[in-house]
């Protein structure tokens, strides 16, 4: 968008000052800042550089389905204020995520629990499973596990490594598992039940009417401007408001004068067929190192679709470069030492609030961003 355009885009707003806060990025994060914010009588002006507000929760509707067009978002949390502030917006439905892994022709169900294990060994009882893993433990985990291949081992043993987690985690991340941090793995629970449900949170559900129902419910009656590039008209935007808060990279914003900080990207490939019911789940996992994509998602499946369509996406991992969107913070060692740099960069700032995935370079669920604007807004609004 030009200047030019966005001054007249800005014209209703010629007699005030300046906006309170111009909040970069119209993704959960600053759609909850600026929602907080506003409720309090300030004034936002909220920009994004893609055509649709949302950020990665953002959903195409195709004939009836909701396509998460940046990935499948389930929503899960054990806070119940958390719960309770975003069904304020839409109500959201009972599905689990249970996703199903094919590895080496054969299915498993995910996480690991003793569904998988009987895959794997035919064991029936947890003590049958539990001797299997805890031998395999003490022959290849390690007490304190510096990286994910020792954390995983650790976890649940080799035989789970090397079916379900290593050729997946390597494809995911484009590195060895033993050069990733060991946090990643301790997302995905490990339990003696017959429980597929992928989280352990008490709270967990699709939005009724995807997700964009939440984004408008947070920016209703906030200016939005979609389609501006920060960076291109920084000054003239920074004139526009007092303060800032920014949720783009946050190498990008300080010129990358401490390097660059890596992230993994993805390329969606979706497909509409014309039958009514695809794989019977909405995620299935692919572990083999040999087929290109992590995940098939049929999104019909998230919100219990009876179209006599389907919409299905493969998600193909990639080296992200600067024309990519950057999906997910690599959080290894030198990239956590270059971030600690530009961390304290931001910290001098008086008239600055970062937040979100890539301003924090953390890997953060809904949940957990909507927890930090939440609590970044009212330490803004003077609360502890
Ligand atoms: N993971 C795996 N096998 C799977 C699914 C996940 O090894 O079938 C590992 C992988 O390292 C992945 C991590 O667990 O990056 C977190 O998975 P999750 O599904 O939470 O990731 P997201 O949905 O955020 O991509």
Known sequence: MEL??????????KSMKKYDYLIVGAGLFGSVFAHEMTKKGKTCLVIDKRAHKGGNVFCEDVDGINIHKYGAHIFHTNNKKIWDYVNQFTEFNNYINSPISISKGKMYNLPFNMNTF??????????????????????????????????????????VYETLIKEYTEKQWGKKAKELPSFIIKRLPVRYTFNNNYFNDKYQGIPVGGYNKIIEGLLKGIKVITEIDFFENKDFLMNKANKLVFTGKIDEFYDYQFGKLEYRSLRFENERLEEDNFQGNAVVNY????????????????????????VITKEYPEEWTSDKEAYYPINNKENQEKYIQYKKCSELETNIIFGGRLAEYKYYDMHQIIASALEKAKKELGGN
Do not use: C
């Open 4 to 13: 030019s355009e966005i001054n007249s885009n800005l014209v209703e707003n």
């Open 118 to 159: 009987h895959q794997l060994w035919g064991v029936k009882t947890p003590k049958e499973a539990k001797a299997i893993i805890e031998e395999q433990i003490n022959t290849f985990g390690s007490k304190s596990p510096k990286n994910l291949e020792e954390q995983a081992l650790s976890l649940v043993g080799k035989d």
């Open 287 to 310: 572990n083999d190192a040999e087929v290109p994509y992590t995940r098939i998602i049929e999104h019909k499946h998230f919100e219990f679709g009876s179209q006599k369509h389907t």
